[in-house]
């Protein structure tokens, strides 16, 4: 495999999924070069974005099922849980931030 | 009742469980109807009225036509499920058109519905524990 | 909130009522022989009228709804009015001077079928008021969480 950074046109002769991981890696590449170091502020507001669209994805899937237009029940029930599992994961990221703050705090004492 | 603090999720829900209910106290009539001459089976209506509640474009487009009886609330607050009898369908000597078989196999997949609904419900109020308590 | 006791009473009617009909149709052919009734004659057959049931009055002015729906009742107990048969037995201490005997306008076989057709109306009644459980079970686990 050639290096992650490739020009785009050379992307022309490839398959979709192999396309879709180069763009990927490309754009990885791209903000770890723009930044000296991670930018926390970026990371949660993706964070925070995705957990978003889990709840409103799992919300309007509960809808469609109660109007009838969802028929499967495992897929409803599957983004029920998918949006609570990153709203927990969300809360535990954000506990451990909070307590790395305050262990950093009480060190500068 | 939705908006708020509350998603759209506690009115349709809870909406959609309270048809369910009465769809199960409606089949459970007609089994204990099914010997009973001249009976019509009954039957509630609702997920529809519900679809239309929450899909406004089509409920505009349909008060334009003139022709259309618009039985179809705007509110999601507003939608109440509706039980009639059905008279069109296959009848015994004696008037009762009730089929246990089919009656039978709406109660249970009403059942299974109403217990999905019931879960998401939960895990709607799960959700919204999470954020309140800050804990899982 | 719908009361869930209500569909179960809804039910137990059905369930009354199929177990009353089980006893009449016993009683049928319990006695498609029997010759000599307490009123006299042979024994005649009995049919069970059911009609619906409702909590309120219902009529044209009332249009039932869901609130009011009680399930089933026994209307009547109905004499079968169709005709005995006439067997031909000589020999039996209630034949007349031609011979012929009356006998129960009772049809064991059909009886056969009324018991069985009972006794699935019944079990459909019994499913019911279980999945109304279900029901009930299911409400009751909202907000518990997991």
């Not at chain 1, 170091?37 to 970026?42: H, I, M, N, S």
């Not at chain 1, 974005?49 to 919300?59: F, L, R, W």
């Not at chain 3, 129960?104 to 018991?115: A, G, I, K, Q």
């Amino acid at each position: 495999m050639a290096s992650p950074i490739d020009p785009i046109s050379n992307l022309s002769g490839l398959g979709s999924i192999q396309r879709l991981e180069r763009i990927q890696r490309e754009d990885a590449s791209k903000v770890q070069k723009s930044t000296e170091q991670p930018d926390f502020a970026k990371i949660l507001n993706q964070a925070m974005e995705q957990v978003n669209k889990d709840q409103k994805v799992a919300e309007a899937a509960a809808d469609d099922f109660a109007a009838g237009k969802l028929s499967s029940i495992h897929d409803v029930m599957v983004s029920a849980e998918k949006a609570a599992m990153s709203l927990r994961l969300t809360l535990e990221v954000r506990n451990k931030i909070v307590s790395a703050y305050q262990e950093i705090m009480r060190m500068q004492l | 009742m939705a908006g708020g603090l509350f998603n759209s999720n506690f009115v349709t829900l809870s909406s959609a469980m309270d048809a369910s209910a009465l769809r199960h106290r409606v089949i459970s009539q007609n089994i204990a109807n099914a010997e009973t001459p001249g009976y019509k089976r009954k039957e509630v209506v609702f997920e529809d009225v519900l679809r239309e509640a929450l899909s406004p474009q089509e409920l505009r487009i349909k008060k334009e036509d003139p022709r259309h009886f618009s039985n179809y609330p705007e509110n999601i607050e507003d939608v109440q499920a509706r039980m009639g009898s059905v008279r069109n369908t296959w009848i015994t000597n004696d008037g009762n058109n009730v089929d246990i078989d089919q009656e039978m196999a709406v109660m249970a997949a009403n059942s299974l519905r109403y217990q999905t609904l019931a879960r998401l419900m939960d895990q709607n109020i799960v959700r919204y524990n999470i954020i309140l308590k800050g804990t899982r | 909130m719908l009361d869930f006791m209500d569909t179960v009473n809804i039910s137990a009617s059905g369930m009354t009522a199929q177990r009353f009909r089980l006893d009449v149709i016993a009683s049928n052919i319990a006695n498609a022989e029997t010759t000599r009734t307490e009123e006299g004659g042979p024994y005649r057959r009995r049919a069970v009228l059911f009609a619906e049931a409702f909590q309120n009055a219902v009529d044209e002015l009332n249009p039932p709804d869901v609130a009011s729906l009680a399930g089933v009742r026994v209307a009547r107990v109905e004499a079968d009015s169709g005709p005995f048969r006439m067997v031909y037995d000589p020999s039996h201490p209630d034949a007349d001077e031609n011979g012929y005997v009356q006998m129960p306008n009772v049809n064991v076989l059909r009886e056969m079928v009324d018991l069985i057709n009972a006794q699935r109306a019944y079990e459909a009644n019994v499913s019911a008021l279980n999945t109304t459980k279900a029901f009930a079970n299911a409400a009751l686990q909202i907000g518990k969480g997991g």
